[in-house]
C-alpha cells in the first residue's frame, strides 16, 4: 500500500474510460470524491457507480459532463438532475442482486473509492457504516483507493478489509453526514399509529430512513422483544433499544443481534455503532435475500411509494418517465415479508403530494415504473387509514384503496374507470 499525503495524488491512479465505484451512504469518501473531481481536466468518459450517497457530488455538475458518466443502482438528491438532464442514467436492479453484477464482472470495478476506520492494532480496518453493495465493489476491484478517517466508526459483521489490501491511501479526518429526524406531522403520526396497530410482540423491523418509518418507530413504546434486520436504519431505532422494545430476543436469524447492510444517521447513531457487537452490517446480498428475511419470524416490511394505482400496482422509483429515486429493496423485503409466518409487507405514504395531488390514482403515470406488482401488495396504509389487499378483487381493491385516499379525491376516484 502507498500512503499519500494528499488526497489529490492518491486518486491519481485513475484513468479515462474507467469504471470508479463510490463508497455509499453516509460512507462517502468526501475528500476522494472531490480530489476525483478536481482531476476532470485530465479525465474523459470516467462512469462514476453508487447507490445513494450523502454529501457533494461535483463530478455530476454539468460543467463536468464530459468527463464523468453518472451510473446510479439509486438516485440521490445529489445526483438527481444529473441523471434527469441525461448526464448520466439510471440501472434498475434489486438490492440484493447488484453484488452479483460487480463479483461476476458483469460490471467491472477499475477503481473502488472507500472511506475506512484506521486499522486496528492486527491492520484491519472497517468500513463502518455501508457494507451494503460496497464489499462486492471492494472485492471485484482492480484498485483500492481508502481515505482512512478515525470518524468513521468501527463495526462488526462482513466489513473488514485488511491494510494491506488497499492500493492507494490517505489520512483525511472529517465527520461523516449526518442525517436528522424529521419533526412528525399530523399525517406521518398517523401513519404510524396505523402501523404500530398491525406490529405485534416479538416482530422483526425492516423499515428506512424518514418522517414515516421514524413517526412508526415513536409508537412502539408499548411493544415487547421487537428485532431488527433492515438494509438500512438509523438514529429512530435508539429509544427502542435504551427501553429494551427492541432485544432480538424472538428473532430465528441472529438473535439479539441489529443487522442491517447500511446506516444513515446522527454522531449519536455512529457512536452507537462504533465496536458494538450487538450491531452486524452484512453484506447487501444476504441480508437482503428473501429466503434469510423470511426465516425471522412476524417481519414487517415497511416501505413507501410515489403513486399506487386502484389495482394495486406501486411506483415507486420514477415521476411518470422522470426517474426520481430507484427500486433499491423494496421488491427483497416485499416478499421476504409476504413468506415470513406472521409477516405483514407494508406500502405506506400520505395521501397527496405537497402541492395536493392523489398519491392513489385510477392509473399510473405514462412511463412510470412498476416496482411492486400487484400481486405483491398485501398492506396499503395512509393517514387515513390501512387496508389489506392480499386476496381481493380489483374491484374490491379500488374501493379499500378509495377509503383510504384524501377524501378531497374520493369522488373523482370513484368516477374514474380504473
Not at 489529490?8 to 475528500?31: K, L, M
Not at 464523468?68 to 445526483?79: A, Q
Not at 434498475?92 to 442482486?97: M, N, R
Amino acid at each position: 500500500m502507498k500512503i499519500h499525503s494528499h488526497a489529490d495524488e492518491a486518486v491519481t491512479c485513475i484513468r479515462s474510460n474507467q469504471h470508479v465505484f463510490i463508497h455509499s451512504a453516509a460512507a462517502v469518501p468526501q475528500a476522494l470524491v472531490n480530489a476525483l473531481s478536481d482531476r476532470h481536466n485530465e479525465l474523459k468518459n470516467v462512469s462514476v457507480y453508487s447507490i445513494h450517497t450523502e454529501g457533494a457530488a461535483p463530478y455530476a455538475t454539468p460543467e463536468l459532463k464530459e468527463s464523468f458518466s453518472v451510473k446510479p443502482f439509486f438516485i440521490g438528491h445529489n445526483i438527481r438532475t444529473a441523471i434527469q438532464e441525461h448526464r448520466g442514467s439510471y440501472i434498475p436492479a434489486f438490492l440484493s442482486e447488484i453484488p452479483s453484477l460487480f463479483l461476476s464482472g458483469e460490471i467491472p470495478i477499475d477503481v473502488a473509492l472507500i472511506s475506512v476506520s484506521p486499522p486496528d492494532k492486527h491492520g484491519f480496518c472497517s468500513l463502518g457504516t455501508s457494507v451494503d453493495i460496497s464489499l462486492s465493489a471492494i472485492q471485484s476491484a482492480k484498485t483500492i483507493v481508502a481515505q482512512i478517517n478515525r470518524f468513521v466508526p468501527r463495526t462488526h459483521g462482513d466489513g473488514f478489509i485488511h491494510i494491506s489490501k488497499i492500493h492507494h491511501a490517505v489520512e483525511v479526518h472529517q465527520p461523516i453526514p449526518e442525517s436528522f429526524i424529521d419533526d412528525q406531522t399530523h399525517e406521518t403520526l398517523a401513519i404510524g399509529k396505523f402501523i404500530a396497530e398491525l406490529i405485534e410482540d416479538g416482530s422483526t423491523l425492516q423499515m428506512g430512513i424518514g418522517s414515516i418509518p421514524n413517526a412508526v418507530l415513536s409508537c412502539l413504546g408499548n411493544h415487547k422483544d421487537l428485532g431488527i434486520h433492515s438494509e438500512l436504519f438509523s438514529d429512530g431505532i435508539l429509544p427502542l433499544i435504551e427501553s429494551g422494545v427492541i432485544n432480538g430476543s424472538k428473532k430465528s436469524k441472529h438473535a439479539h443481534s441489529i443487522v442491517g447492510t447500511f446506516a444513515v444517521g446522527t454522531k449519536k447513531l455512529y457512536d452507537f455503532m462504533d465496536d458494538n457487537p450487538m450491531v452486524k452490517m452484512l453484506d447487501v446480498s444476504y441480508v437482503n435475500r428473501v429466503d434469510v428475511i423470511r426465516k425471522n419470524p412476524k417481519v414487517i416490511a415497511i416501505n413507501s411509494a410515489i403513486e399506487i394505482d386502484l389495482s394495486g400496482q406501486v411506483c415507486a422509483d420514477s415521476i411518470g418517465q422522470k426517474m426520481y429515486s430507484g427500486v433499491g429493496g423494496q421488491m427483497d423485503f416485499i416478499r421476504g415479508a409476504s413468506l415470513s409466518e406472521g409477516g405483514k409487507p407494508i406500502i405506506a405514504f400520505q395521501s397527496t403530494t405537497a402541492d395536493g395531488r392523489s398519491k392513489i390514482v385510477p392509473t399510473l403515470q405514462p412511463g412510470a415504473g412498476v416496482v411492486t406488482t400487484r400481486a405483491h401488495v398485501h398492506w396499503v396504509v395512509t393517514e387515513y387509514g390501512a387496508v389489506n389487499l392480499m386476496g381481493k378483487t380489483l374491484d374490491e381493491r379500488k374501493k379499500l384503496l378509495i377509503s383510504i385516499a384524501h377524501p378531497a379525491h374520493r369522488d373523482w376516484l370513484l368516477s374514474s374507470g380504473g
